[in-house]
């Protein structure tokens, strides 16, 4: 079972597992998929990777030349000062 974070945002919450993160609007889900996740980690593990929209697979990452990194679906906003 990998590390579990939990970061409430203006809409909703990021949880992070391990190095992967996935963002929830809905608490319920939320609760109710972390608590799968308690249950039986390898296969919640295995359903989100299977059906991730921006999923990258190990052998991507290992086979892209030094120096290029895989896409990633982050996005930082600041905000500017006057």
Same mark, same amino acid.
């Given at each position: 079972m990998e590390k579990v974070e939990?970061?409430?945002v203006l809409n909703g919450w990021i949880v992070t597992v391990?190095?992967?993160s996935v963002v929830f609007d809905?608490?319920?889900k939320m609760l109710?998929? =972390?608590s799968g996740y308690l249950d039986d980690p390898d296969k919640v593990t295995a359903r989100y990777t299977e059906t991730s929209i921006n999923r990258h697979t190990s052998q991507e990452i290992d086979?892209?030349?030094i120096g290029v990194r895989v896409p990633s679906?982050? =996005?930082i906003v600041k905000k500017q000062e006057a």
């Open positions: 939990i970061e409430t391990g190095c992967h809905n608490k319920k109710k998929e =972390l086979n892209a030349p679906t982050k =996005l």
